[in-house]
């Protein structure tokens, strides 16, 4: 079962505007964390967010976390071509279990 | 460069075969894990294991074994491999366990079993 859903599923802009994508789960959570995936490769992981946090900065990457609402954003400001790749979220439950994948947003940044 | 190893980067495979996956990291990490990216399904988790000496089960570990016998080898065996197990096998490392690490994946193995 999928913990995270990623909101769209696919994503086409041009260089230079922003993309956002969406997260949403289930069950409360210890922090939940976003990966890339450039296409036939492994995933990298991008950034994690704890559940006491609201907001994080990566460079040109800002991640937001509603507990609340059990959502999260990643916002890719300036994209580039190279920014083409699927984006998953993945959350942690609890201190010490694994992490659960969603299905991930595919991202097209056109040059 | 450290990091994770994983081969064959691809197989084709007959049904009922027994196959192993091999992952191999250099970064001493303690936790390791298997998943499998199916299309439409996101990454699910196999089979995990804490430290060495320890394993676990997953999501979906029905047909799949691993063992730790040391901290850098997580091998995944397949024991008579089916078609429902065609798919992209990925290995992830983590430096610890319950203080919220991210993972480093493997490039993956895509296997086709007929």
């Known amino acids: 079962s999928q913990q995270g859903e990623e909101d769209p599923q696919a994503l086409s802009i041009q260089e230079g505007e922003n993309a956002t994508m969406n997260c949403s789960y289930k069950?409360?959570?210890?922090?939940l964390q976003w990966y890339r995936q450039n296409s036939g490769r492994g995933l990298v992981h991008l950034i994690l967010?704890?559940?006491?946090?609201r907001e994080k900065h990566s460079g040109r990457l800002r991640v937001t976390l509603d507990t609340s609402k059990k959502s999260s954003s990643l916002l890719i400001t300036a994209s580039r071509a190279a920014d083409t790749a699927s984006y998953f979220c993945a959350t942690e439950k609890a201190a010490g279990n694994k992490l659960t994948f969603g299905g991930g947003t595919r991202v097209l940044v056109k040059p | 460069i450290a990091g994770i190893t994983q081969a064959p980067t691809s197989q084709i495979l007959a049904a009922g075969r027994r196959m192993t996956l091999r992952c191999t990291q250099d970064?001493?990490?303690?936790?390791m894990y298997w998943y499998r990216q199916d299309l439409g399904l996101g990454l699910r988790l196999i089979h995990y294991s804490n430290t060495a000496g320890t394993t676990g089960k997953g999501e979906v570990p029905d047909g799949y074994s691993v063992s730790r016998a040391n901290t850098d080898d997580f091998p995944l065996t397949l024991a008579s491999a089916v078609p429902s197990q065609t798919s992209v096998y990925f290995c992830a490392s983590s430096d610890s366990v319950g203080v919220g690490y991210g993972y480093t994946f493997g490039s993956g193995t895509r296997l086709t079993v007929v």
């Open positions: 967010i704890r559940s006491n946090e």
């Open positions: 970064m001493r990490h303690n936790a």
């Open positions: 069950t409360s959570i210890n922090n």
